[in-house]
């Protein structure tokens, strides 16, 4: 080896080393900060977010009303190509809640029939307990996005890590239905605004093409009022998405026609 | 109509990169990787790999027609010169109909037209990285707080081009929203109201810069800003008593210039 190849290699190899060292101390910086961050959130990792794959489809709607876990899916039963849906909203917030979990489970529900070899439901048709249609969108495609790749458990629970002390999350799951479903909810005495911000932000970071996945980012105030709500479900509608927003008369925020 | 969207950080990085030559570009990743790892271990915060945002503040200018409320259709040209919003925000260049007369916001309605975002936004239509699109958005009368937004296409592809005519239109089981014709969606929405108040729209939303926003409805050459009533045979153009209305979240000002119809009229954003 010639001198100036070994002054070459030499120069790369101590290149190596200092940004092995960088890497080194960044890794347990990152590291110490996910502690730290992690011992003062009051997250509830969900349960269901490594449900038992389910036998049928009455045991897949029971864990994706359970993963949920407000009770805002009454019931719900598939008729031929139809999903019926009940759901039992009680003001608007929920509203914006119960249709984001009723769409979610009409995708579950196809993509374990098509799983299943069995022919998907294609219609949603939601209604509240009264049989009266409910605000949701009577949903004419149904069928998770196959080519994105799945969320693995933990996702969406690490997008919430950085929110400041201030904020204390609710819950927080990547639900295995959809290709991955993330629910986020936070109650914080900051402007709700500036917390939606935070954690919109936080996902989008965790989840870069986020608009491949179904999510519901939920910010309360310290009394657990829903102050905003934003909820996106790719595929539904007829075929693109469809997205829905809340936002409690009298906070100031800027997401929706 | 022009649209813009935003430049993202790795376009920049891309071109950056690209521009160094192959021999120095080994070298140059091993000081990037070593001086990034450097300061994340030193609590230096980088910027964020990816962002969303939502907008700060929210503006709109529209014309309303009628003062009985019977509409059950109308329709309008959409065309303009620009709708950005510049700085993370969205803009709505829209036709529809409302239960009551337009206040500043949650009423039961149906809205159709174009939706354009910042590359950083996020709003009802999801986000963030939504191409300029045709989309829909409703309330309905139990949940006038509740916004949905849907994806009908995107600008330039299934249909979908500059200057479509976008209609709302009341039928026997609900309502539905067309774009040139096109059902953009297949199924009728139970909104809770059966006739109203048509309006056209322009919106913007932004966080430090203000938008850029000129679009006119009906422009010549095209059929007028039109209604129906629940007793009309066929549409009417909308006259000289639409009335205007604005609102402004950033401070008490007019920001916006509202034409008057008949059409062509053009909705401006004139705010500072």
Known sequence: MRARDRLRLSRRRGLLALTAVGVAVAVAAVGASLGGAASHKNVRVAGADNPAPAASIASLISQVENGFGDGLVQSASANGTTLNVTVAPTDDASATVADFEAAVLAHAVADWQSAHGQSPVASLNEVTPDGSSASGLPMAQIGSDASADSLTSGTCEGAAQDTPASVTIVSAATLPYAGGTCVLKVQTSDAPNAAMNNLANGMSNAIPQMRNYPYLIEVQDQKAVPQIILTWVPGSGDGKGEGSAYVRPGVNAAVHG | ?272
Not at chain 2, 45 to 54: D, G, R, T, Y
Not at chain 2, 96 to 101: K, S, T, V
Not at chain 2, 206 to 213: E, I, K, R
């Open chain 2, 1 to 272: 109509m022009t649209w813009t969207r935003g430049v993202t950080a790795m376009d920049s990085l891309r071109r950056s990169h690209l521009s160094i030559t192959s021999g120095l570009r080994t070298r140059f990743l091993f000081v990037v990787v070593f001086l990034l790892a450097g300061a994340a271990g030193l609590g230096i915060a980088a910027p964020p790999a990816s962002a969303s945002c939502l907008a700060e503040w929210d503006s709109w200018g529209l014309n309303y027609h009628g003062v009985n409320g019977n509409d059950v259709r109308t329709r309008a040209f959409v065309q303009g010169g620009g709708a950005h919003a510049n700085s993370c925000g969205y803009t709505w260049s829209t036709v529809g109909i409302q239960e009551n007369p337009p206040s500043p916001s949650n009423v039961a309605m149906l809205q159709a037209g174009y939706h354009t975002q910042t590359s950083d936004n996020i709003d009802d239509c999801g986000g963030p990285g939504l191409p300029p699109a045709a989309v829909f958005e409703y309330t309905t009368h139990d949940h006038p707080a509740q916004y949905h937004c849907v994806i009908y296409g995107y600008l330039g592809s299934g249909g979908v081009t500059e200057g479509d005519l976008f209609s709302v239109v009341k039928q026997n089981s609900g309502w539905q929203p067309f774009d040139n014709g096109a059902a953009m969606y297949p199924l009728n929405l139970a909104l809770g109201f059966s006739s109203g108040f048509s309006f056209v729209r322009g919106e913007a939303a932004w966080t430090t810069t203000t938008p850029d926003y000129y679009m006119t409805w009906g422009p010549t050459g095209t059929t007028h800003w039109q209604y129906y009533l629940t007793t009309s045979s066929g549409y009417s153009d909308v006259g000289s008593g639409a009335t205007p209305v604005h609102s402004d979240s950033q401070d008490s000002d007019n920001d916006w210039y509202i034409g008057t119809p008949p059409s062509p009229f053009y909705i401006q954003w004139i705010g500072g």
